[in-house]
Nanobody
Framework: QVQLVESGGGLVQAGGSLRLSCAAS????????MGWFRQALGKEREFVAA????????YYADSVKGRFTISRDNAKNTVYLQMNSLKPEDTAVYYC???????????????WGQGTEVTVSS
């Protein structure tokens, strides 16, 4: 089992920045690919970003490419999502997830955090 706890969400104005963190405990963090997903009110959960166990391979949704950066610190068992140039359409609950292989598909991830809410005001 892997337990994931997100933090860092909040209210920010359009154009601002936030950094989300996801702390993992349980099985060795470096065994897992990590992903960030988000779900806006009334919408389906969507892929945001992911990286492999070493952080050398990263993937982004087109909607966040160039604005968001995923990174990880395996020594701290933590994955981050740096979000810059935030837009109102980035408003959502953001979830981190752990899986055996890096993927844009939520179904490939076995463990999920409880989510952290991000609200971007215009």
């Amino acid at each position: 089992q892997v337990q994931l706890v997100e933090s860092g969400g909040g209210l920010v104005q359009a154009g601002g920045s936030l950094r989300l963190s996801c702390a993992a405990s349980g099985r060795p963090f470096s065994n897992y690919a990590m992903g960030w997903f988000r779900q806006a009110l009334g919408k389906e959960r969507e892929f945001v970003a992911a990286n492999n166990w070493s952080g050398t391979n990263t993937y982004y949704a087109d909607s966040v490419k160039g604005r968001f950066t995923i990174s990880r610190d395996n020594a701290k068992n933590t994955v981050y999502l740096q979000m810059n140039s935030l837009k109102p359409e980035d408003t959502a609950v953001y979830y981190c997830a752990a899986g055996q292989v890096v993927s844009k598909l939520s179904s490939r991830y076995n463990y999920w955090g409880q989510g952290t809410e991000v609200t971007v005001s215009s």
